[in-house]
């Protein structure tokens, strides 16, 4: 049998939870769909820069205070190892509380997913969807439940997975051969709120503020990542001092590391009828400058507000699907674009590239209407 429905989204990871979220305020009650159990997902520990936006978004959806691990980030210090040029950015020029923060993943798995649970209890389903079959009144979503085989027709389909359906468009794909390093460290002087984001030949190394501690995020060749990730704690932490240098002092702790594999991947623009992918689905960033849940969040939130504006009546409209994909379309190549350009033109050692980056940063470090500008794009996107 084919059940009917308004809107499903499929996957309840941060994206998917988060445009149900600001669905329910709005009106059409959507239909979450995800296989993982909530308690599982929300141990998953790693560090999420947000921006301030998204926390402006958070607070709307009604999660932000329950985030109680957020740590702000009053300034982000870029510099390049073996090279000249530094620049430093602050929430006093931009005029703001802070410039972002860093929150844990598993904590803000676990805000969204209460909110949803307590908000629209009817709305979650724990099941693996196979397919989404795009269709021109209603896309057919099928899925595993109980062990038995369901397909519900929906009039637009949402798809949240985080890029694991694979059968919605052409994917491109760079594979920049390296994976990051992620745990948390301490250090003998106190990080002092500021975001470290330093560019090596083998990829960018951020040293984020969180809680007492400083969350690591370590990109570099897959072989030298496992050599990381196997090394003991005393050998791992002079090698970060070495690659990080002196401004935090020795690093003298380090808690669990994870390896985690990095790549840019995205659905070129196609556009099946009654279907739209957000988030990780759409776009998956590699981590440099922290934008890839802070743009998945603008998806989620620009989507719920296109419904609500266009067609709440037919939530899959092709106007209402035409007006949200122009509206995210520069905020999205933006994302995609800036994060592929410094991870290639930072990610080597060539002398004359080393000495144009340095140039560039000491510029901006010197200009302030140009700080404010990349402050502006990094905080609100390329809408900013
Ligand atoms: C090392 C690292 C550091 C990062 N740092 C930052 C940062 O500082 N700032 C930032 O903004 N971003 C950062 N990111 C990116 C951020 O983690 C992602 O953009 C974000 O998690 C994407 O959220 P999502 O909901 O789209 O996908 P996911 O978090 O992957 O969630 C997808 C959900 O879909 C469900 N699902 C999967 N398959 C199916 C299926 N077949 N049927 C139904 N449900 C399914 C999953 O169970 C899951 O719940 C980082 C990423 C990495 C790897």
Known sequence: ????ADIVVVGGGPAGAALALALADLGPVPLVIDP???DIASAQSRPLALSHASRLILDRLGVWTDLDSATPIARIHVSQQG????????????????????VDYGQ???????????RLPQALDVARVN????????????????????????????????????????????DYRQEAVVGTVTSELPHGNV???RFTANGPLALLPFGD????????SPERARELSDLPDGGFLAQLHRCFGDRLGAFTSVGARSVHPLALKFVEDVAPPRTVLIGNAAQTLHPVAGQGFNLGLRDAWELAGEIARTSPEDPGSAT???????????DRLGGIGVTDLLVRLFSNDIAALRAARGAGLALLGCVAPARDFVVRRMIFGARG
């Open 1 to 4: 049998m084919v059940e009917a």
């Open 36 to 38: 993982r159990d909530a």
């Open 83 to 102: 090279g000249f040029g530094r620049v430093a950015l602050t929430a006093a020029e931009a005029g703001l509380p802070a410039l972002g923060y860093v």
């Open 108 to 118: 803000l798995y676990a805000a969204l997913a209460q909110a949803l649970a307590g």
């Open 131 to 174: 397919a989404v079959r795009p269709g021109r009144d209603a896309a057919r979503v099928e899925l595993v439940l109980g062990g038995a085989e369901h397909a519900i027709a929906a009039k637009l389909v949402v798809v949240a997975d985080g890029g694991a359906l694979r059968d919605l468009g052409r994917v491109r794909k760079t």
């Open 195 to 197: 975001a470290y984001e």
């Open 213 to 220: 501690r400083s969350a690591l995020v370590w990109s570099c």
């Open 320 to 330: 209402m699907l035409s007006n949200y994909r122009a509206r995210r379309r520069l």
